[in-house]
């Protein structure tokens, strides 16, 4: 019981240490929008909630298609409440009025205008005019300060929103894309993977191990980023990417496919691509005469009894040297057929015969059909 | 020319002709060219030599109808995508190549080879989003896995989060006119027999067509619910090459995610593969997941390593991943695999439990400037076994357009099956990316092995990417 209530206050301090740690994902990816420098000092603060309204301020927001567009108010949007700022030009001299919103300016120096940088998502204002401003700025609308850029919704709000109302979720809705469709994963500062709440941590440490099982439920997913050739130069390449392949591989394969760690099979073909190479080497059994290195000998001295069991658990690597004859010179005469075979075997008889005639007569597999 | 190939090639023409007076439309081309040199050791210590150049040539025409380039476009888009490649050995001696040199000559090995890997025609959205259609050679990837046909799939999008995809064309395989066998079903060598006698490779057939078709219904009505069915048949023209029905599902989100997967191989009424994996992330920056794998090998119908008493693979195991910030993941895994109920190679008893085990710890960190990582790992089965260790580092330099990357790892198998492949070995490879222009890039590598018992391996690799999109 002591043991017990060790190792869960154990856990629980470690989740308590890490707890904090992860949680940017939850905020506003800063390569997508890149933080801006408004000229004003928490001007959001500085108004009570609702007076004016949003759009007082922001007149062009309703209308908007681009998230590039400029909406910040300009300094004659700001003198219809502010008379101070009506005709204000960077060369006007700075009074404790204009301190008052621009913050602290120093004696003798000028107020730097602001810079607002470009997104990089889509995103039309006009599209989403019916939703309040507080859906996605609460901060602003509740009269609070936020830094620049952070009293904005982060991608889980928008998904959320779009199931909800059913609107697209296809990525390409809202981030940029190249002209064929893929979306643009390398924006200055950073590179852009999926989150882990969209389908489960993906991109880290065990990725090549573990994307088969996302891949293979939505490759529409992964497609929203990766080109067919980003997947073809590992299934169907030429050239050995080196973090499926570590090593001496050449070397250290044989090993590896038959631990099947890791898994060949989803780029290689035992028949065809590892056949081939194995006859040239020498290794397989039908190598050609002059290639032919081990002479009948490459499993050493271990009894065919012993190897016929490995192959009952990785024929796969049998397979990758052997081609059918080698297994037909012994298996004519010792039934390699797993128990309860003739129960089962009628139906690949009948589908397709030329299986079993490789070792019966005729008159066998018919029999059997 | 083969009828299918005649096809395709036809509705490629008619799509590059019939849309060449459309509006502007964006057009892609990708070229990877490398050339890359090292060499095999055999066992009586002599060497194969393997000089490759491989070019890697991708044409694409996207947004196709007028109109279609705009950002906030929501009809149908229509587009053409071909992939050729061209594989080269320049050290393959011609009698290995040769069918008439009974002492050297390799089926299969061809100095030159040349493939097309994609060549099709896409429409999407069609009928107000409702309908996607694909001509020509393709690669699908879903529930079944991989599957590359030359034919037509279409897809029709239901309100109700639903999707159902039905497609039918001939099986790509390696024999055929710029056919390539990475993805065809495994289990026969149908090379083509190229005039070989009888008794030379018994084994090797000619290629035949085979017709395939297949469906999949997707579902996915709630953000945490995500399910899908799905049935394939190939050699509908003929012998039945493989029969298969599987199905997946994925329940749930954040925190708890399970996932399964089973593919029931019909034609020899096995099953065929399941996976399941339930992970659990409490918080944002870990993630823990228990994983079980079944894999039972299963080969086209014509095979006779169907007809064999073959035990499945049981794995299970799980994961550990850590995520402090974005740049760093850290895992670690594990994963025991079941014995079956034979005497092992090493004289396991024939009730032992397990036959094998395997894990490891890795972590990366990666930013757009920098890289570190470090993997160490270790596998065991029937007294084989494989430890080892990789540590690699990455900086960029020159405002990012120049990339260097070196890696150290250093490994000890134990081979079951040849003393030969027993030992340890260590090596290192250095890397370089250099962005010459926006567009083009080029890869060097250079890989040095030592240990083992062999002399010492080199590689050298070279790689030339050029983007040009208009």
Known sequence: MKRALALAAIAAALLAAVAGLGTESRGVSRALLPPSRPSVVDVHGRHKPGEPACVACHKDALSSRWASDRLAPTMEDCAACHPEAKGVTPLTPVTEACRSCHGPVPEGRRIVPGTYARPNVRFPHKAHAKEPCATCHPAAAAGRAAPPGEDTAGMRTCYACHLERKAPVACRTCHLVEADGVMVTRIEGAALTPPAWLKGPTHGATWVQSHASVAGSDSGFCAACHRNKFCGDCHLGRVRPRDAHPGDWIRSHAVSSRLDSPTCRGCHRSQSFCLDCHRRQGVAPDSPKDSRSFQGRYHGDLSPELICRRARTDIVSCASCHSESSCVSCHAAVNPHPSGWERRCAHLAKSNPRACAKCHSDDAWRRCR | ????????????????????????????????????????????????????????????????????????????????????????????????????????????????????????????????????????????????????????????????????????????????????????????????????????????????????????????????????????????????????????????????????????????????????????????????????????????????????????????????????????????????????????????????????????????????????????????????????AEAGAGQAFWNRRLWLNLRLSTWHLDDAFSSRLAGNLAGYVLSGRFTLTEGAVVVGEFEHYVGGGMEQRFTALAILEIEVWR
Do not use: C
């Open chain 2, 1 to 388: 020319m083969r009828p299918r190939l005649r096809i395709t090639l036809a509705l490629f023409l008619a799509a590059i002709l019939g849309v060449a007076s459309a509006a502007a439309f964006d057009q892609q081309i990708t070229s990877t060219l490398s050339a890359e040199g090292y060499s095999v050791p055999r066992a009586d210590g002599t060497w194969i030599a393997r000089r490759r150049i491989v070019e890697d040539l991708r044409l694409g025409a996207f947004n196709l109808l007028p109109g279609s380039a705009d950002p906030y476009y929501r009809g149908p888009r229509l587009s053409v995508e071909l992939a050729l490649r061209l594989d080269t050995d320049f050290a393959v001696g011609g009698d290995e190549s040769n069918p008439a040199m009974d002492s050297a000559y390799v089926p299969g090995l061809t100095p030159v080879h040349v493939d097309a890997n994609v060549a099709n025609m896409s429409a999407e959205g069609l009928w107000q989003g409702a309908l996607d259609v694909r001509a020509g050679r393709q690669i699908r990837m879903g529930t079944l896995g991989f599957f590359a046909f030359d034919g037509a799939e279409t897809v029709v999008h239901l309100p109700i989060g639903a999707s159902f995809a039905t497609y039918m064309g001939y099986e790509v395989r390696g024999g055929d006119l710029l056919g390539w066998s990475d993805l065809e079903l495994d289990g026969t060598d149908s090379g083509g027999r190229h005039g070989l006698t009888a008794d030379r490779f018994p084994d090797r057939e000619d290629p035949s067509l085979r017709l395939a078709t297949g469906a999949e219904l997707t579902l996915s009505p709630v953000a945490w619910l995500d399910a899908a069915a799905a049935v394939q048949a190939v050699g509908l023209n003929g012998p039945i090459a493989s029969q298969e029905v599987g199905g997946r599902m994925s329940l749930g989100g954040e925190p708890i995610l399970a996932d399964g997967r089973v593919v029931w191989n019909a034609m020899l009424e096995v099953l065929g593969e399941a996976d399941a994996e339930l992970a659990v992330t409490p918080i944002d920056a870990l993630t823990v997941a228990a994983e079980y794998h079944l894999f039972r090998p299963t080969f086209e119908g014509d095979s006779i390593f169907n007809v064999f008493d073959i035990a499945p693979e049981n794995d299970a195991g799980g994961r550990v991943e850590v995520r402090p910030v974005s740049a760093v993941s850290l895992a670690g895994w594990g994963f025991a695999r079941m014995a079956d109920g034979s005497a092992g190679i090493d004289g396991r008893a024939a009730d032992a439990l397990v036959s094998g085990a395997g894990g490891g710890l890795g972590g990366t960190y990666r930013t757009l400037a920098r890289s570190l990582s470090l993997r160490l790992s270790g596998v065991w089965e029937w007294g084989e076994k494989r430890l080892g």
